[in-house]
């Protein structure tokens, strides 16, 4: 039987292009088109790929050794003009490394399955952006 949860962000307007985004929790972060140095949402959307895949990467392996490099670049393409803006081709590069030795070796012997695992199963942004999960846009 599946386990559901409910998840929710609030996005409040500042000005034209300024956005923030708060969890129930109080977290938030600005961001938009008009917000100099801030992330845009299509930013947010490639950090929130990675960040979720990182997560389940540094669960996997932290606990055989502290990573001495742990980053990840993310490409995509954007396509617009006549067809609907969209992303494709989304590739998650990820750069760790680990100390010399037994523990270091056990941490890197772990970072393809740690990958598999959130491209297959446990990262819910890539799983979601994957499987095109419906999103409706309303008036409240």
């Given amino acids: 039987m599946d386990e559901v949860t409910t998840k929710n962000v609030t996005l409040t307007r500042e000005a034209e292009g300024v956005y923030v985004a708060?969890?129930?929790?109080?977290?938030?972060?600005?961001?938009?088109y008009n917000v100099e140095g801030a992330l845009s949402a299509v930013d947010l959307l490639l950090v929130a790929i990675a960040g979720c895949s990182a997560t389940d990467l540094d669960m996997m392996t932290s606990r055989r050794a502290e990573p001495t490099k742990f980053e990840a670049n993310v490409t995509a393409e954007k396509v617009g003009g006549s067809a609907p803006a969209i992303l494709r081709d989304i590739d998650v590069a990820f750069d760790v490394a680990f100390p010399e030795g037994a523990d270091g070796d056990k941490a890197r012997a772990?970072?393809?399955?740690?990958?598999?695992?959130?491209e297959e199963?446990?990262?819910?942004?890539?799983?979601?952006v994957a499987h095109g999960a419906e999103v409706t846009l309303r008036e409240a």
């Fill in 110 to 118: 772990r970072v393809a399955a740690a990958l598999k695992a959130a």
């Fill in 22 to 32: 708060r969890n129930p929790d109080g977290a938030e972060i600005r961001f938009g």
């Fill in 121 to 128: 199963k446990t990262c819910t942004v890539s799983r979601t």
